[in-house]
């Protein structure tokens, strides 16, 4: 199919930034440019904002049902279009078209969980101390319009979880969308959009990102926050929300570790970790990185994840078969090169890959590195590529260590038989989610979301839903 030209989506219409401004937007298999986005001014930025209080005002007094039942019609709209929306992905951001589809099709179950939670967003009785004519309630009320950042890596999940949330919750949204990859992220707004939601509820800008988030965060008619991104970007739009106490929710970088016990299934642990690990070519803030391989069978272990990789079939998403895809762009070409090159010359033993694959596009065999020293790059600083570096254990205390050492905390991984083991690696590991003897699987009912470095908050469960409230006290007494 064609790729489409992207406006903005502006009090429920798609128009042209002011002055016709746009970006190129280029298919990262092949480096040609495929379409161009719009370019959003201050002038559109103050008119997407008008339209979001707007929109906030008519949805907060909607009720769950009404709600719910425009959300679960725009899920039903997302999976008549899956395969559609499925080939925007692969062309603007390279996935296999398997992994495009069924990011779409993941976007329609996430909507419709959280349309059902529309009906539990509970207030509480509170008995009263002064007596049975004092009436003490909780109401939950939603906190007001939201600005929402996203990534490029997952075009639509990293939106819809905001997306779904929020309006769940009662808010309107301002997404600010990834320039590199913006048909998908329409494709979802246009779902909405033609389930019936009302003009301003949900608006859609692209642009130069440090301006936007410097112009939105402050502005009075935003009141909350959420952004998935690095951690130096995150804790910069969470200093200034802080400075205008707006509430926030981050989802930020990680740098996953995967503890491979002694008594491992190693067949197991190299289909799982190897699946997650390459899986969107590894531009994954969840993908397992540092292997952590009891000593005894890291030898074997690199040799089965090597195999693994090697085995891969790389190419064009669109491609018939194809298992990987490029990478997002010429920058992450770059990056791999030099972690390689630093690990290697630190003493690592490059086992396979380690190279770009022909000269157009943006592809870079998966890459395991074993023997990888604590002081290498891809031991400390993340990624966001098709590489494994694989590391030895003497005990299991020691494998917990290391796996903390660093300051992210989004997701581990861990592989053993034991359920001693088990238990201690879910009480020690320092991860917001931790996945034993599987590869991830995150679910809209479950939260989504990291300690330390890696961010605060969920996008998911009903603690996602909670970031998006005031709870609010009120006490009647009867005269």
Not at 28 to 44: F, L, N, W
Not at 434 to 448: C, D, G, V
């Amino acid at each position: 199919m064609t790729y489409p030209n992207t406006q903005l989506f502006i009090d429920g219409q798609w128009q042209d930034a002011e002055g016709g401004r746009t970006l190129a937007v280029f298919n990262p298999a092949t480096g040609q440019e495929i379409g161009r986005v719009a370019h959003a001014s201050k002038a559109d930025l103050d008119r997407a904002l008008a339209a979001a209080q707007k929109g906030f005002e008519t949805w907060r007094d909607m009720t769950a049902a009404e709600r719910s039942k425009l959300m679960r019609r725009a899920a039903g709209l997302m999976r008549e279009r899956a395969e559609a929306i499925g080939r925007l992905i692969t062309q603007e951001q390279g996935k296999p078209l398997a992994e495009g589809k069924g990011e779409a099709l993941a976007a329609a179950d996430i909507i419709e969980w959280f349309a059902e939670e529309s009906f539990r967003i509970y207030g509480r009785i509170v008995p009263a101390r002064g007596g049975l004519h004092v009436r003490q309630m909780v109401l939950k009320d939603p906190v007001g319009p939201v600005a929402a950042f996203t990534p490029w890596n997952f075009p639509i999940n990293q939106v819809v979880r905001k997306v779904a949330a929020a309006l769940c919750a009662g808010c309107s949204m301002l997404v600010k969308a990834p320039e590199e990859t913006p048909a998908g992220p329409a494709a979802l707004i246009q779902a909405f959009h033609d389930a019936g939601l009302p003009g301003g509820v949900l608006g859609l800008v692209y642009g130069n990102p440090a301006e936007i988030s410097s112009y939105l965060i402050p502005h009075p008619v935003i009141r909350k926050i959420t952004f998935t991104g690095s951690t130096p970007v995150g804790k910069q739009l969470a200093a200034l929300a802080g400075q205008h106490m707006k509430r926030v929710t981050m989802e930020l970088g990680g740098h996953a570790p995967v503890i491979v016990c002694e008594d491992a299934d190693i067949a197991l642990a190299v289909k799982a970790a190897g699946a997650a690990k390459f899986r969107n070519a590894g531009q994954v803030c969840i993908s397992p990185t540092r292997f952590l391989v009891h000593e005894s069978i890291a030898r074997d272990f690199a040799s089965a994840l090597a195999q693994h990789a090697t085995g891969l079939k790389v190419g064009d998403g669109l491609a018939e078969g194809t298992q990987m895809g490029p990478l997002a762009n010429p920058r992450r070409l770059t990056a791999m090169a030099e972690f390689t090159k630093d690990a290697v010359e630190r003493g690592a033993t490059l086992v396979s890959g380690g190279s770009r694959i022909g000269d157009a596009g943006n592809f870079w065999q998966p890459t395991v590195l074993a023997d990888v020293p604590l002081d290498a790059r891809v031991f400390n600083d993340e990624p966001f590529g098709p590489m494994a570096a694989i590391r030895p254990f003497n005990t299991l205390d020691d494998a917990i260590k290391e796996a903390n050492r660093l300051d992210f905390g989004l997701a581990g991984y861990a592989f053993t038989r034991s359920l001693k083991n088990a238990d201690l690696l879910a009480r020690k590991v320092e991860v917001g989610m931790l996945w034993i003897n599987q590869p991830a699987t995150p679910s809209a009912e479950l939260p989504f979301g990291g300690i330390k470095d890696s961010g605060y908050g969920s996008e998911g469960g009903p603690e996602a839903v909670d970031a998006y409230l005031n709870a609010r006290a009120v006490s009647i007494t009867n005269v």
